[in-house]
């Protein structure tokens, strides 16, 4: 079992180099699985647009969109997809900064702590909410109300941009 990293005031400067490196590649590959997907699937598009002879029918649909001014609505979509896509992989530079020396931690959504280390067999388990640890609790919790919230503003957007 590991344990994950101490608060910064009790790591060595090479441990806090070692811990911004790996949020700043947590936060690039962060990006990335939320870019990545979106220009993947642009290609995709651009080739079946290109390359498949049923040019005539998607313009036609364009057309339609552009008609009844549905941009904006398509526009929101895009955009709360990626903004979901975003906060689903945040979490993934506090979590591999947290618990680094443990070899596969994915399935565990929150990093708890015992409340009193008194032997009590009634110990009480609370969420941490120190250091690295606190920081992917924070986040993944933020992920989870965005969760909660995000069903009424996708019903939303489709009925604010008709």
Do not use: C
Request: aromatic share 8%.
């Amino acid at each position: 079992q590991g344990e994950y990293l101490a608060p910064a005031a009790n790591r060595s400067a090479a441990d806090a180099k070692e811990t911004a490196r790996i949020k700043a590649l947590g936060a690039q590959m962060a990006i990335v699985l939320t870019i990545l997907p979106l220009l993947l699937g642009w290609g995709i598009a651009e080739l079946v647009y290109r390359y498949t002879g049923a040019r005539g029918s998607y313009s036609g649909k364009v057309d339609t969109l552009r008609e009844h001014d549905l941009a904006y609505l398509y526009a929101a979509a895009l955009v709360l997809s990626r903004l979901t896509s975003l906060l689903s992989n945040l979490p993934l530079m506090y979590k591999t900064v947290a618990l680094p020396t443990l070899p596969d931690v994915r399935a565990n959504m929150y990093i708890f702590r015992l409340a009193n280390r008194s032997g009590d067999d009634d110990g009480l388990v609370l969420l941490d909410n120190a250091g690295e640890a606190g920081r992917y609790n924070r986040a993944n919790r933020s992920m989870h109300h965005f969760t909660e919230s995000g069903l009424s503003l996708a019903l939303s957007v489709p009925l604010a941009g008709f």
